[in-house]
């Protein structure tokens, strides 16, 4: 089948200089000058007739991509294009939907239509800092260094509890109940009260003297 020269022929901006000659097997394509922008380029020859057919080589649309200005990307409305930033990137003054915030974003970032400024990845950052931080503050307060901040609204612990064999274990950030029977030890942690505490410790107590019968003198 004889192939249909389309050498001087004109299509919207576009006239063909001559067939490709770089590119003969499958479609023919036909080096092009553009008219809107002066530049050559080589375009497959089913691009240049038919319905969807171009109108110049790409620059125009090159173009409209190029500034954003107007355009929403993603979640984020392109406000009004600024200078380059000094890494040489486009710029722009963007509104965010999900935050509302007004930002500047580069060109490269818009292009990948974001859902939104950053904010929400920021958000993210920020509650896990957050937690962090409150994670290290209860773990200075295990250590007793803040048991009194912490205990603010009730009494400050101390080792005079009013109970007897109970005090304040701030090791464990709780209530211990400690004493000696017969040269045995007898203690215990994990009391979230002190009369918790002290009942455990005179239930054990009592039946450590009637087994031994000696009380020895309080740690
Ligand atoms: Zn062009
Ligand atoms: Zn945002």
Known sequence: MPLNDLTGKRYGSLTVLRRDDSRLSGDAFW???CGRCGREKSIRGTYLTG????????????????????????????????PENRYGQKTYRV??????????????????????????????????????AADASSRSIYNGAKIAAAFAEKPMPTSTTGFRWVRWYPRNNCWCATFRVAGQRYFKYGFETPESAY?????EHEKAVKEHG??????
Do not use: F
């Open 199 to 203: 009942k455990w410790a005179k239930e």
């Open 51 to 82: 319905p969807r057919a171009y109108k110049d080589c790409g620059c125009s649309w090159n173009e409209r991509k190029a500034d954003l200005t107007g355009r929403t990307m993603g979640g984020v409305s392109v406000m009004e294009r600024l």
């Open 31 to 33: 080096i092009c000058r």
């Open 95 to 132: 509104r965010c939907a999900v935050c509302g915030a007004e930002r500047i974003m580069v060109q490269h970032d818009l292009l990948g239509k974001p859902r939104d400024c950053g904010c929400t990845a920021r958000a993210e950052t920020n509650e896990r800092l957050r937690n962090q």
């Open 214 to 219: 000696i009380t020895e003198k309080e740690e």
